[in-house]
């Protein structure tokens, strides 16, 4: 019963602009929202443009930190914040989940329960994309050899073999990857994205949603500091994404564990967002990141 009557009232909820900031010719913009009584920020970054002029992601998770310091020199930083989760407290911990750096290998050890696998493009026109694989299909299709044309198709979470072909591609190819749950798909229906979205424990949310608007490509963050469900949370955002005028693609869990922490440009510098709290403080420091999801501006 409380599904149902939790459905019924979001319905009747409405959203409400809190406040706005916009950057670099509207292409990173900041939007607030309340929804229901909790308050929804917008981490906006748009695609549009070429490889050169766009807005990028970048993913950091050996030495995170360090391969950050030597990294951002002759680039506007304007958002950091933890993307995959981790396996413990201190910088050396790894993701949790398949996680490629650069080719390099990070976890070989597949997350069951993790559906959403998270590529960053590194190069070429596609550099600082993202495409989102659904690992309940089963099937991630990749070109092999790289540059080849010919494609082939992997189970790398439930099939072993398929795992080490994968992870030999990711060696070659050089990609950067990390697993985490895929919250909404626009490719699953209602039940299967929100049939269970009181699942879990009630805590601060961080969400990742690939979208589109006027048909350019944009990655948004939206930070939810209030608790809430995983599930719930995650429509709740494309509530207030779709009022926005997003068309929504897939919407991915950040980590706001012990190793939440979160960074933004304030048009001035980059502005570290979150008081450190819980039972590690230093854990969600930067220079203690086991992985590092970085938007930024050549």
Known sequence: ????????????????MLNAQSYFNGKFRIEAYDYGDRTFTLYDFSREGTSATNLKAKYFATNAYDQYQN???????????????????DSSAKPVGICVDNGHIVNRSPKSEMDGMVIVYNGAA??????????????????????????????????ITDRTKFLNWGEDAGVTLFQTQLV?????????????????????????????KNGIVHHVVVDVPE???LGEGAEDTKVVLEYDGFKVLYILNLDTGDKNLMHCYNGSYLQDMKPY?????????IENATNLLIYYKD
């Open 1 to 16: 019963m409380r599904l149902f009557y939790t459905t019924i009232f979001t319905l009747l909820l409405s959203v409400t």
């Open 126 to 159: 596609q550099q600082g994309g993202i495409a989102v694989v659904d690992m309940d299909k089963k099937y991630v299709n990749v070109e092999n050899p790289y540059g080849s044309g010919n494609y082939e198709q992997y189970d790398p979470r439930d099939n």
């Open 184 to 212: 909404y798909s626009e490719k699953k229906t209602y039940d299967e994205n929100f049939g269970n979205k009181f699942y879990g424990a009630e805590r601060e949310r961080r969400y990742l949603a690939i979208c589109i």
């Open 277 to 285: 709290k819980g039972s590690n403080t230093d854990a969600a420091k």
């Open 227 to 229: 608790a809430i469900y």
């Open 71 to 89: 990294w951002k020199s002759g680039k506007e930083i304007l958002f950091i914040t933890a993307g995959a989760f981790s396996d413990g407290w």
